[in-house]
């Protein structure tokens, strides 16, 4: 009698390469072949996890492609949603500003490069792109609420790094402290 990991290699080598082509039909051509290989084995791997209940079934091939076809929705879903991230931040129009105060912001970029990734997009979202909590949650795949925490945070932590409130009037290396971020969307002059 053969053992359980004699019959699912044998199950592996009859039904990989149907897999992966599935794999490939279903991610489309924006993914390799290997991509589509990945998750064919990744498939096979869940099937491993559950091999003596699948090979129970009246069909383990089919559970097999089941797996592929919600590994690969997830993907592809994945994918969707990292583009429409990306066509948020690149749909937006170019703005100008007259005459920066080069000082200040040269100040607020090193605070910012010192600030935790999660709280520096949250505060970049917002207040420079004007985004809203919602559109900012949507950006980040996080929650409205942890936009929100993670803003103010941002926010208190930039205050602290950029010298206000510590008697510090120079902020950086003596220069004139920028000013104040604004608790809202930042105007700009057109």
Known sequence: MASSSDEFHAFFERHHSELARLARMLLGPADSAESADDLAADALLAVWDRWDRVRAADHPVAYARGVVVNLARAH????????????????????????????????????????????????????????????????????????????????????????RGTGDPGGAGGRKPARALPAGPVERSN
């Not at 490069?113 to 996080?142: M, N, Q, W």
Request: with cysteine.
């Open 76 to 163: 592809v879903r994945s994918r969707v949603r990292e583009r429409r991230r990306v066509a948020l931040f690149w749909s937006r129009p170019a703005e100008y500003t007259d005459g920066p105060d080069v000082p200040a912001v040269l100040d607020v970029r090193a605070a910012l490069e010192r600030l935790p990734y999660r709280k520096r997009a949250c505060v970049v979202l917002r207040h420079a792109f004007d985004l809203s909590e919602r559109e900012t949650a949507l950006a980040l795949g996080i929650s409205v609420g942890t936009v929100k925490s993670q803003t103010s945070r941002g926010i208190a932590e930039l205050e602290r790094l950029l010298g």
